[in-house]
């Protein structure tokens, strides 16, 4: 029986500017050589008033990589729990429809303050620059609601991000991550914008809990690991008391690299027009996880999180509209 999928999510709304001038950076006051960076939220407003000053309209739409995630999962035909908290706006209400309207099992919390936003500019490759104010999403800190859906039949899914110790939640996450362990509960981690964490953090991880890793290119080579081959190597030799651990290397046009024991292989990216990369590595983790689970091989798992990264890069947004 195909396990029901655990994801616990910081959860935002994302703010689509299209860009087709770099001018626009210098302008707004941008670094567009730093892709991510948190704000405070009189930052991140006043950044959103200069966008409208220069006559951008972003298009807003609902993102947060775990529940991306989720959303792919069960458009597939899987089941998925999403925990977390939203602030009690227009946001954290449409955060909630988006994962009911795609059949998730929706175990978020609504607090007082605001939810997540990210202000996404996207460059004519379809690279973006991210802004974001993380909202009270990474304040979440029940640990027992959590533990209380982790059970024999479910599979946990994270995102590197949750483990930054300047929030909360980061608890939650490596308590639940133990809970899961003890109940051999398998685990996947998708490092994502968490690869700015120390390699050490990303060690304990692989050597403690995760079964599975997502990582692209680029990150690898941020934590210092290297080409995507070095790279799964040194994580699998992290995650050698896991007989089943497999690394997933993503790299955008070039494919994938998926490694698990000696085991190697190399599929390649679906081609086509490319618009905006935002979710493709969760559209990827999606689809990946989906076969995992239904004891495809690791080519076929690759070859679909393939094919729904392909889709969600045409788009404008993380999760494709239906």
């Given at each position: 029986?195909?396990p029901?999928?655990?994801?616990?999510?910081?959860?935002?709304?994302?703010?689509?500017?299209?860009v087709?001038?770099?001018?626009?950076?210098?302008?707004?006051?941008?670094?567009?050589?730093?892709?991510?960076?948190?704000?405070?939220?009189?930052?991140?407003?006043?950044?959103?008033?200069?966008?409208?000053?220069?006559?951008?309209?972003?298009?807003?739409?609902?993102?947060?990589?775990?529940?991306?995630?989720?959303?792919?999962?069960?458009?597939?035909?899987?089941?998925?729990?999403?925990?977390?908290?939203?602030?009690?706006?227009?946001?954290?209400r449409?955060?909630?429809?988006?994962?009911?309207?795609?059949?998730?099992?929706?175990?978020?919390?609504?607090?007082?303050?605001?939810?997540?936003?990210?202000?996404?500019?996207?460059?004519?490759?379809?690279?973006?620059?991210?802004?974001?104010?993380?909202?009270v999403?990474?304040?979440?800190?029940?640990?027992?609601?959590?533990?209380?859906?982790?059970?024999?039949?479910?599979?946990?899914?994270?995102?590197?991000?949750?483990?930054?110790?300047?929030?909360?939640?980061?608890?939650?996450?490596?308590?639940?991550?133990?809970?899961?362990?003890?109940?051999?509960?398998?685990?996947?981690?998708?490092?994502?914008?968490?690869?700015?964490?120390?390699?050490?953090?990303?060690?304990?991880?692989v050597?403690?809990?995760?079964?599975?890793?997502?990582?692209?290119?680029?990150?690898a080579?941020?934590?210092?690991?290297?080409?995507?081959?070095?790279?799964?190597?040194?994580?699998?030799?992290?995650?050698?008391?896991?007989?089943?651990?497999?690394?997933?290397?993503?790299?955008?046009?070039?494919?994938?690299?998926?490694?698990?024991?000696?085991?190697?292989?190399?599929?390649?990216?679906?081609?086509?027009?490319?618009?905006d990369?935002?979710?493709?590595?969760?559209a990827?983790?999606?689809?990946?996880?989906?076969?995992?689970?239904?004891?495809?091989?690791?080519?076929?798992?690759?070859?679909?999180?393939?094919?729904?990264?392909a889709?969600?890069?045409?788009?404008?947004?993380?999760?494709?509209?239906?």
């Amino acid at each position: 029986m195909m396990p029901t999928l655990i994801v616990l999510d910081g959860h935002m709304v994302d703010h689509f500017v299209q860009v087709t001038d770099e001018s626009v950076f210098s302008t707004l006051g941008v670094d567009p050589g730093c892709e991510y960076l948190g704000m405070h939220p009189w930052e991140w407003d006043a950044l959103v008033q200069a966008v409208a000053k220069i006559g951008l309209t972003p298009t807003v739409l609902v993102g947060g990589s775990g529940a991306n995630t989720a959303r792919g999962f069960t458009r597939l035909g899987g089941k998925a729990v999403v925990h977390g908290q939203v602030g009690n706006d227009d946001a954290g209400r449409r955060v909630i429809e988006h994962l009911l309207t795609d059949g998730c099992d929706v175990q978020l919390r609504t607090v007082g303050g605001a939810t997540g936003r990210c202000l996404v500019f996207v460059r004519p490759d379809g690279k973006r620059v991210m802004r974001s104010d993380v909202g009270v999403g990474m304040d979440f800190n029940d640990v027992d609601l959590v533990e209380a859906t982790i059970a024999p039949g479910t599979w946990l899914h994270l995102t590197g991000y949750l483990l930054d110790h300047a929030f909360p939640i980061h608890r939650v996450a490596w308590n639940i991550m133990y809970a899961a362990v003890d109940q051999h509960v398998p685990i996947s981690m998708d490092i994502g914008s968490g690869a700015y964490l120390d390699a050490q953090v990303i060690r304990d991880v692989v050597w403690h809990c995760a079964t599975v890793l997502f990582l692209n290119d680029e990150e690898a080579f941020q934590l210092g690991l290297g080409s995507p081959e070095a790279a799964a190597s040194e994580l699998l030799r992290w995650a050698h008391n896991k007989r089943d651990a497999v690394v997933v290397v993503t790299q955008g046009a070039r494919g994938v690299l998926v490694a698990r024991g000696n085991e190697v292989i190399h599929v390649p990216a679906v081609s086509v027009a490319v618009r905006d990369t935002t979710g493709a590595g969760d559209a990827f983790a999606s689809g990946f996880l989906w076969a995992l689970t239904q004891g495809e091989p690791l080519e076929a798992c690759a070859r679909l999180g393939c094919q729904l990264a392909a889709q969600t890069i045409q788009v404008i947004g993380g999760v494709p509209e239906k």
